[in-house]
């Protein structure tokens, strides 16, 4: 090959290595585009806009924390009251029921998904004629300890004819926030609607990059590195702790501490008029655990580093009995999640969070309740 | 593995292309070729990659002695032989439970306990579409239009080739045998660009427009017992071009990828919302379907010989399997019946009514189709009766949230359906310049977007 024709070739590569170049960074420009528009078209998220997590929330009292009104992130909407529901008004209509959902994020479903949560199914199954309102009031990480407060400050207000709530017990195998409470105030409502703050330069639209938070939401790091990864969390969790950090066994003052919390929030729902209906609180694995459940009781440890494996997958056994114990010694209706889908695999998505099948199951098993429970009061 | 899925497009995908042309004989081509179509559909189940390669081997065992004799008698064996075991594990796992069933109900009609066991049985996936491909092998050796091939790898390869496995096309063995000879020498540069701006082209139908008119079509059609009128047809337009956008799609992603192998895979679809009458739209939708079962089937029973009526019964028994095929639903059958009939009242009456304009015998035709894929879509009879019901008397209920996006999406995709072209008539001469280049990495960009959004959903033809 003579000189002026490797010259040629290299200008020819570097054009060709260019145009790569060029095509990728218009391909990671139509990502974030495309991520923006899709917000826009589909959720009216404002174009250039930056809803976070955080900004579903505003403060409530005692720690509480309130949904912001007419907050939107990922797929999440909330409502002009703060709930990822449809609009409601204040008050259900003359001669209507309203079902309200307290729990956390098994209850208040997948973010990146609208829809797909059991209390939006059990909105589709009921039919239309019912007059039936369903208000989903859940928040990720609304345990138990809160429940109480959080009814009392955003929700007893909104008249709900029935409160159905979905405990995340395994919580009380973690760090208790929320226990030590002073007495709630009453709260006036959600102060009026904060729009979601828009961006303003473009290094703050690019640390919000929706198609990053995307993609962060749809890829894993493959199971060993988590697993690694936990571990070692774990073991710093660990470190320096006394010997009795660890439960070696189930700790009784925490499902007492969990019961305590749980006949406050049925005194307080009683109190503003309203029938409570408890539920068991569902896991993917059984007790004693399978061979393919420790993984997912495993990950769990990153909530509750305290309890190993057998630990929680008992608490979570123990807990459930105590919950049928407390809904028969309050008189409180209780519709049995666990029982129909504790160890059902396919049926969640990790050890809590349940699949959409699992979803449309308990939006069956409590359609199936409570169409049971009008049969016979007629 | 779905092709518009990360793990598809950023792992399975370089993985294969790089390796593929590293190596150089078409031999190590096919068994590499043969290797990563096990991996794709082991993806989903490894368990039936032994069904695929059971499947595999008949068909192939049965070529290789079709090769090796000439007598009638033998040669009708073998080819009755291979077909026989293929149709019968086509019927095991697609249809078993769906005999049963009906036996069952059937009974109960005439009030006898026949309490037949239902098999609940996993539908391997592509099952349909593999058993075809094997089946027109056979049939083509049989009939001496293809020489059967030598090379198992070739062979293999043919069957497994991930872009066309589990939704088709239905691609015959005749039409990518020399590709496949010849996929030693195959040109990596050529087949490239074309190949990512068909992939990115079937994205574009697929992703951007099937997956949105999804996202609105779903949960309509899941609670289609409120829909009013107007919703039932906004809700069954908006399926009518989700369907086509979405296999559409899946078909110019598999042209796209069997170019950059240097494999070209026949037009599936060519605008079939065009269509003036019945018989060309089958002529434009999922041509390798209507083909096989035109070529395998229709003349096989007499085809246009004979009296008419002779045609008319051929053309029912047709589309009955053909419908048929699609599911073991009798929502299938009904549907696979209605297009028979279209088909059988277009030829009796076509003469008379010639003076119809183009644009009216489309949009006739345009509104059958639409009927049609109310049984194609639903999931009973009883979900079809109830939905024609609404679409065809003026029911109250309810226009769901979201009509005006869905309806505008509705307009766009009948504007895309009807006047803009399709993959091949876009590709049509194609010079990968820069700005068609920049339009696929547009599209392929959004598209990702779409897909990491959680938005992407398997293809529609999957369940076949």
């Known amino acids: 090959m003579s000189l002026e024709e490797d010259s040629k070739s290299d200008a020819s590569q570097r054009v060709r290595l260019s145009t790569w170049f060029v095509l990728t960074v218009i391909v990671a420009l139509a990502c974030e585009v495309g991520a923006r528009l899709d917000d826009l078209f589909f959720e009216g998220i404002p174009f250039s806009a930056a809803p976070t997590f955080e900004g579903l929330f505003i403060p409530g009292p005692n720690g509480v924390r309130l949904g912001r009104p007419n907050a939107q992130w990922k797929k999440v909407r909330l409502n002009s009251f703060g709930f990822r529901s449809p609009e409601i008004p204040k008050t259900p209509p003359a001669g209507c029921e309203r079902w309200m959902f307290l729990g956390a994020s098994e209850t208040f479903g997948e973010p990146s998904v609208a829809n797909t949560e059991y209390p939006a199914k059990l ?38 004819t029935k409160v159905f709530f979905y ?18 105030p009453p709260v006036t409502p959600n102060a009026a609607p904060i729009p979601v703050k828009p961006a303003i330069s473009l290094a703050a639209i690019v640390n919000s990059s929706r198609v990053l938070e995307r ?28 010997d009795d950090w660890r439960f070696a066994q189930v ?8 019961l305590e919390d749980l006949r406050e929030l049925i005194d307080a729902i009683r109190a503003s008029g309203a029938e409570p209906i408890l539920m068991t609180h569902a896991i993917r694995a059984t007790y004693p655990p399978r061979a393919e459940d420790r993984s997912d009781l495993f990950a769990m440890r990153a909530y509750v580093p305290q309890a190993s494996e057998e630990v929680l997958a008992e608490f979570e056994y123990i807990a459930d009995d105590k919950l049928r114990e407390l809904a028969a010694a309050t008189n409180a209706r209780l519709i049995d999640v666990a029982r129909l889908m504790d160890g059902k695999r396919d049926r969640f998505i990790d050890l809590v969070h349940f699949s959409s099948q699992g979803h449309a199951d308990v939006a069956q098993l409590i359609k199936n309740e409570m169409d049971k429970h009008a049969a016979a009061a007629r | 593995m779905l092709f518009n899925s990360f793990v598809f497009l950023f792992l399975f995908l370089p993985i294969t292309y790089a390796v593929f042309w590293c190596l150089k004989s078409a031999s190590q081509r096919h068994i590499w070729l043969t290797i990563t179509g096990y991996v794709f559909y ?42 026989t075991v293929d149709l019968l594990v086509l019927a095991f796992f697609k249809y078993a439970g769906f005999f049963t069933r009906s036996l069952n109900d059937f009974a109960d009609i005439l009030g006898w306990q026949a309490d037949l066991p239902v098999l609940d049985i996993i539908l391997p996936i592509g099952i349909s579409f593999y058993t075809f491909h094997t089946i027109s092998y056979i049939v083509d050796a049989y009939r001496g239009v293809i020489k059967p091939t030598k090379s198992f790898w070739e062979f293999s390869a043919y069957v497994s080739l991930f872009s ?15 590709d496949l000879e010849n996929v030693g020498h195959a040109h990596r540069q050529r087949g490239l660009a074309i190949g990512l701006s068909f992939l990115a082209f079937g994205m574009f139908e697929k992703v951007l427009v099937a997956d949105s008119l999804a996202y609105f079509v779903d949960p309509w059609l899941g609670a289609y017992q409120n829909l009013s009128t107007l919703a039932a047809w906004i809700a069954m337009l908006g399926y009518t071009f989700q369907l086509y956008f979405d296999f559409s799609g899946y078909s110019s ?31 434009r939708w999922h041509i390798s379907l209507s083909t096989v079962m035109r070529d395998y089937l229709y003349i096989s029973l007499g085809g246009n010989r004979g009296p008419k009526w002779f045609m008319y019964r051929n053309l029912m028994i047709t589309m009955l399997l053909g419908g048929l095929w699609h599911g073991a639903n009798w929502t299938f059958v009904v549907w696979g019946a209605y297009h028979g009939v279209l088909l059988v009242g277009y030829h009796y009456l076509s003469e008379r009514f010639k003076f119809v304009p183009t644009g009216v015998a489309q949009l006739l035709t345009f509104v059958l189709v639409v009927i049609g894929w109310v049984f194609f879509r639903a999931t009973d009879m009883s979900m079809a009766a109830e939905l024609l019901t609404k679409m065809f008397t003026l029911e109250p209920g309810i226009i769901p949230d979201g009509a005006g996006k869905f309806a505008a999406l509705v307009i766009v995709g009948g504007i895309l359906a009807r006047w803009s072209p399709n993959a091949f008539e876009y590709h049509n001469g194609f010079k990968p310049t820069f700005s068609k280049m920049a339009a696929a990495a547009i599209v392929f960009g959004v598209a990702l977007a779409l897909i990491a959004g959680s938005r992407a959903s398997p293809f529609l033809y999957f369940q076949f």
């Open chain 1, 123 to 160: 909105r589709s199954l009921l039919d239309l004629s019912s007059c039936t309102e369903i208000v989903n009031t859940a928040f990720p990480g609304l345990g138990p300890p809160f429940l109480p407060a959080y009814y009392r400050a955003a929700v007893a207000q909104y008249a709900p």
């Open chain 1, 167 to 184: 405990p995340s017990t395994h919580l009380y195998l973690g760090g208790l926030q929320g226990r030590k409470k002073p007495p709630t």
């Open chain 1, 215 to 242: 993609l962060h939401d749809s890829l894993h790091m493959p199971g060993f590195i988590q697993k690694r990864r936990l571990e070692k969390w774990i073991a710093n969790a660990a470190a320096n702790k006394p």
């Open chain 1, 251 to 258: 700790p009784d003052e925490r499902l007492e501490f969990m």
């Open chain 2, 42 to 83: 082991g993806y989903w189940d490894p368990r039936f990659c032994l069904l695929m390669a059971f499947t595999t081997l008949v068909s192939y065992t049965a070529g290789r002695a079709l090769l090796a004799t000439q007598d009638r008698s033998k040669r009708k064996l073998l080819m009755v032989a291979p077909i």
């Open chain 2, 164 to 178: 066309q496995l589990v939704a088709g096309p239905i691609v015959r063995f005749r039409e990518i045998e020399g």
């Open chain 2, 253 to 283: 992603m598999a042209v796209g990828l069997g170019l950059m192998f240097g494999l070209r895979i026949p037009q599936n679809f060519n605008s079939p919302y065009r269509s003036a009458n019945p018989s060309e739209f089958w002529r």
